[in-house]
C-alpha cells in the first residue's frame, strides 16, 4: 500500500528527481520508527559461496545506492546481500543531465550515469556510520578522465581503500557510460587489470589478515567466443567469481518504445533472457566459478531460471524500482 502510493508519486516526476528523492528518504528515516514503511522480515535460505554465509540468495545490486548512504535501510528490506558504488577514487559528476528513462511497458530503464559518485572516501565514511551487520559488496570503477592504459592503477586505489570495509569487491568493467570502459574487458588490458588487482588483494590479505574476494561484473552485449576469453582470464589471473551481467546497448526489446533511442544501459525485462544465456554459457565453460545472477528479475520464477542456468546467487535493481521491497519477498519465498 504504502510503496503503491510512493510510485504513483515518484513515477509522475522525473526519473532522477526521484531518485534522489527516495534516497534522501531511506537515508532519513532508516533508523527511525518510520523505517516500518520498508522493513520486513524475510526467511532464512543461506547460501554458502566466497567462503562467506549469505542469509538468502538475493542481494540489491550496485548502481541504486552509489554513496553508500541507505545500507542500513536496505538492510532492513531483507536484502541477503547489499552492493554499493560503482564508486571511483575522486568524486565526479557523471554525464549531463537528463540521464535517466523510464520504459514502464517493458519494467526497463535507460540509464547514462557515468560513474557519478562523491569519491571513494566518502563511501567509506558512510560504510563506518551504517549499522548493518549483514554481506556488503563494493563496486569499483575508474575516473572518467583517467585513461585506459591507466585504469588499472585506479581499480588499485580504491582497493586499498575500500578493502578492509568489504564482504567482497566487484571490478565494473561493464558500464557502458564511461567512454572506452568496457574495452578493459578484453585482451591485453583485462589481463593488466587483473593481474594488478590480484596482486593487490594478495597484499591487502597479508595487510588485513583477511582475504576479500574479488568478482569481476561483465557486459551482456558479448558473443560465446568473447564470453569464453574473458572467463578463461578470470580464472587464470586469479578472480573469485564473476557478476553477469551488467545494462544492454541492445534496443530490440524496446523499438518503437517512447525513450527507446536514448543512449545509455538498458535495464529490466529486455536483459532478462540476455544476462540468462550469458550465466548459462559462463557455467558451461567452467563448473565452479561463483556466479551472481543479475538482469531482468522479476519474479520468483525468473530468479530460478538464473539459478537453474548456474548462478549461485541473484541481484535484483530495475524491478526493485517497479515493484519495491516484496519482490525481495516473493524471490525468496519461490526459489
Keep these: 500500500m504504502f510503496f503503491d502510493l510512493a510510485k504513483k508519486f515518484m513515477f509522475s516526476r522525473d526519473a532522477e528527481w526521484s531518485h534522489n528523492f527516495a534516497l ?7 533508523n527511525t520508527p518510520l523505517n516500518i514503511m520498508w522493513k520486513q522480515k524475510v526467511q532464512d535460505k543461506p547460501v554458502e559461496i566466497l567462503g562467506l554465509t549469505f542469509p538468502n540468495p538475493v542481494g540489491l545490486a550496485a548502481g541504486l545506492d552509489k554513496n553508500g548512504e541507505c545500507i542500513d535501510a536496505f538492510g532492513q528490506m531483507g536484502f541477503g546481500f547489499v552492493e554499493i558504488g560503482t564508486i ?5 559528476p557523471g554525464n549531463p543531465k537528463p540521464r535517466i528513462f523510464r520504459i514502464p511497458e517493458q519494467n526497463a530503464i535507460i540509464n547514462r550515469m557515468g560513474f557519478n559518485n562523491h569519491g571513494v572516501d566518502n563511501l567509506i565514511e558512510n560504510v563506518k556510520n551504517a549499522n548493518y551487520k549483514g554481506i556488503l559488496g563494493i563496486n569499483i570503477g575508474k575516473n ?6 591507466e585504469g588499472h592503477l585506479d581499480y588499485v586505489k580504491c582497493m586499498q581503500k575500500v578493502y578492509e570495509h568489504a564482504d567482497y569487491i566487484t571490478v565494473n568493467i561493464s558500464s557502458p557510460n564511461t567512454p572506452g570502459l568496457r574495452d578493459l574487458q578484453f585482451g591485453d588490458s583485462l589481463t593488466l587489470l ?55 546497448l541492445s534496443r530490440d526489446a524496446v523499438k518503437g518504445l517512447k525513450h527507446a533511442e536514448e543512449a545509455g544501459g538498458l ?13 548459462r554459457k559462463i557455467r558451461q565453460f567452467n563448473k565452479d566459478i561463483p556466479i551472481i545472477g543479475v538482469g531482468g528479475i522479476n519474479d520468483a520464477a525468473t530468479a530460478k531460471e538464473k539459478l537453474e542456468a548456474g548462478a549461485n546467487l541473484v541481484q535484483i535493481y530495475t524491478n526493485f524500482i517497479y ?7 516473493d524471490i525468496v519465498d519461490g526459489t
Aim: charged content about 25%; hydrophobic content about 35%; overall charge negative.
Design 323 to 329: 515493484q519495491g521491497p516484496k519482490l525481495i519477498k
Design 144 to 149: 572518467k578522465d583517467t585513461p585506459n592504459e
Design 194 to 248: 587483473l593481474s594488478s588487482v590480484k596482486e593487490q588483494q594478495t597484499q591487502l590479505a597479508k595487510q588485513f589478515n583477511k582475504y576479500v574476494p574479488v568478482l569481476v561484473k561483465i557486459a551482456p552485449d558479448m558473443d560465446e567466443v568473447a564470453i569464453e576469453q574473458v572467463v578463461e582470464c578470470i580464472v587464470r589471473e586469479g578472480m573469485d567469481g564473476v557478476i553477469a551481467t551488467n545494462t544492454t
Design 24 to 30: 534522501n528518504n531511506l537515508r532519513r528515516f532508516a
Design 88 to 92: 571511483t577514487p575522486v568524486g565526479q
Design 267 to 279: 535495464s529490466g525485462d529486455p536483459v532478462t533472457q540476455m544476462s540468462t544465456d550469458v550465466i
